[in-house]
């Protein structure tokens, strides 16, 4: 495929590039798909080509054809110098903080990550004397009061996986301007046909490309790419780490890419669908989705967003633990399970105020997280009717 010099590495439409990029058929007997590389030996025909480091698969830990492809594709989305695939979105998160972290260094963390970035951050990089301070999400600009001496990485989560709050990237850029700080930016909830946190200002942007990439819920890998000032040392880090990712998953991630333009906006109609829905209800005190209007920082969503991803959450009045179960446990189609991105519906409770340290999470009552799949959405509506009646006879048991 023809690139251009463009910021999106690539001079056709974003979904013509999913469908013909990371490819070649004329180097694989006029395949369609590059195939499985299952290999660890490279032969060299010549002393003088082992010697040659400039050769592009030396070992199978440095990657193969298929490797490339999908690094091609994804770099090409981002706008990146360069991408490397890992076996999971935490170890992509891990590789991309240990690129740009060292002992005795600090990173602030917004309030909204994930479980296991934080677990990540308050105990292995703990361990090794890297410092975590948590920052409200919506701080903005106002991170440069919590900047110290030893301040090196800033990751954002946006929107947030449980609470879905944004961060202002363009602004944290700002006021970090002059200083040796990395902005880190998991993108896994837009993708980067909906968002692009490079070209706000990030350094290096993270995928779980489980869930969008993927998007059948039968594989495990992540993504990390960077820019130019940073690709060096996480492409060096990676090497030394060993990092790699299956061969088999690499090619279920490849097969999800093909697929991504059409699934994402599937995900996008449905979801606002349902949440439109939600919010009309008696019983829902609130719907966190950043592409309606309630929400706070929907205006901050339609600067910076081009589309709104699968995934996002609402809530319920107070009630027990036996509502709550009575709620879950009969529904019949939204199956009950952690990830997210792939085709069948699922949907989750979830208790924010476990995990914030910075800015309290206040909202009273019960808060369940929902990924809206391809289901029919009368059917999904119904299944969540069926399950809000339960909830509301069980009140007060």
């Known amino acids: 495929m023809k690139k251009s010099q ?14 013909h990029g990371g490819r070649n058929p004329a180097a694989q007997s006029g395949f369609v798909n590059t195939p499985v590389y299952r290999g660890s030996t490279v032969i060299f025909e010549t002393l003088a080509e082992l010697d040659d480091y400039t050769i592009r698969y030396r070992y199978g830990r440095q990657g193969t054809p298929l490797t490339t492809g999908l690094e091609e594709i994804v ?34 963390v917004t309030d909204s990550a994930y479980d296991p970035t934080r677990k990540l951050a308050d105990t292995f990089l703990c361990g090794y004397g890297i410092k975590a301070r948590y920052f409200d999400p919506r701080i903005g600009s106002s991170i440069a009061d919590l900047v110290g001496p030893d301040t090196r990485a800033v990751f954002v989560e946006s929107p947030g996986s449980l609470t879905f709050e944004l961060q202002d990237i363009p602004a944290i850029k700002s006021a970090l301007a002059g200083k040796n700080i990395a902005i880190v930016a998991d993108n896994s909830w837009a993708t980067p046909l909906f968002c692009r946190p490079l070209q706000l200002g990030a350094d290096i942007v993270v995928h779980s490309g489980t869930k969008m ?53 599937a995900h996008e109609a449905r979801a606002l669908d349902l949440a439109q829905w939600l919010e009309e209800q008696d019983l829902v005190t609130r719907v966190l989705h950043p592409a309606l209007r309630s929400h706070p920082d929907h205006a901050l969503f339609k600067r910076d967003f081009s ?91």
């Open 307 to 397: 589309g709104s991803g699968s995934l996002f959450s609402f809530v319920l009045p107070p009630a027990g633990r036996t509502a709550i179960a009575a709620f879950v446990d009969g529904l019949e189609l939204f199956g009950m399970g952690y990830s997210w991105g792939g085709f069948e519906s699922l949907l989750l409770p979830v208790d924010p105020r476990k995990f914030r340290t910075a800015v309290p999470w206040d909202e009273a009552g019960n808060t369940f997280r929902i990924h809206v799949g391809f289901e029919d959405i009368d059917d999904l509506k119904a299944d969540l009717a069926a399950g809000f009646a339960r909830y509301l006879n069980s009140l007060g048991t």
């Open 213 to 265: 990439l993927g998007g059948h819920s039968d594989l495990m890998l992540g993504t990390v790419s960077a820019n130019a000032a940073y690709w060096p040392q996480l492409l060096r880090t990676a090497h030394v780490l060993g990092i790699v990712a299956s061969p088999d998953d690499t090619f279920l991630t490849m097969r999800g890419t093909r697929t991504l333009g059409v699934r994402m906006k």
């Open 75 to 108: 770099s090409g989305l981002e706008g990146s110098a360069g991408t490397y695939l890992a076996p999971s979105g935490i170890s992509a998160i891990s590789l991309a903080l240990l690129a740009c972290l060292n002992g005795g260094d600090e990173i602030l």
């Open 6 to 19: 463009n910021d999106q590495g690539f001079s056709v439409g974003a979904e013509t590039f999913l469908t």
